[in-house]
């Protein structure tokens, strides 16, 4: 009888003590889900902000175009990169990355290298220190350089910058994401420069399978990265 009792208490207890087990994990299971839900509560909003103060920045920025007729679009860029130096920085070094790579990439656009790649390599620096060298804000400073180092000729550096950009994209998007094809795009077009044809056609023919999967084969995507092909046969001869 004694045996029996014995055996019934350890049964109980071994359920008594799994359950507790259980319990305390199904808590921690429960708490972290909060906390998850938290952080991502917390991240929108930080997007939010972000994106309204970046407007609001923009928003001034052409409020002075409208006050001034003769401000030319050089003007106007000049104008908004002074403001994100110095004591005119704002005290959210996130959102000012944000308007160096923004106005460094229209910079690079319109093929001001040199002016491109100073706010730009800026954006890249307060990255860094803020998010660590492989995040993805990284990568999104990174493509730019590359393409304005490609303007201004300097095609090792913008090989180096868009591989920089590649690798965190892919690693952190995987093999198949659109702005891993735009990367890819950049280094073909530097490829291009650099007479390595067969690397570069590689290259687009790669971005133009991701395009084509992800936005169908009438997308302005296809037709963009159609062009940039056009262009690498163009050089080639």
Do not use: C, W
């Amino acid at each position: 009888r004694n045996r029996v009792a014995v055996a019934a208490a350890t049964v109980i207890f071994g359920l008594a003590l799994g359950l507790a087990v259980n319990a305390t994990l199904q808590a921690r299971r429960v708490a972290r889900e909060r906390e998850v839900a938290e952080q991502q509560r917390s991240r929108a909003e930080r997007e939010r902000d972000k994106a309204k103060r970046v407007a609001d920045f923009m928003a001034a920025l052409f409020e002075t175009a409208g006050n001034t007729q003769e401000l030319t679009a050089r003007q106007l860029l000049d104008q908004g990169a002074a403001k994100l130096y110095g004591g005119q920085a704002g005290d959210d070094p996130e959102v000012r990355a944000t308007l160096l790579a923004a106005i460094g990439t229209v910079y690079a656009n319109i093929g001001l290298s040199s002016e491109a790649k100073r706010h730009l390599q800026e954006a890249l620096r307060v990255r860094e220190k803020l998010f660590g060298p492989d995040h993805l804000a990284v990568a999104e400073a990174a493509n730019p350089i590359g393409l304005a180092a490609q303007f201004a000729g300097e095609l090792d550096e913008a090989e180096k910058q868009a591989q920089r950009a590649l690798r965190i994209r892919e690693r952190q998007l995987g093999p198949n994401d659109p702005l891993v094809a735009e990367t890819l795009l950049v280094l073909a077009g530097t490829y291009t420069q650099m007479q390595r044809f067969e690397a570069a056609e590689t290259l687009t023919a790669r971005a133009l399978r991701i395009v084509e999967s992800r936005f169908g084969t009438a997308s302005g995507e296809v037709s963009y990265t159609y062009n940039q092909q056009g262009m690498s046969y163009s050089e080639r001869g």
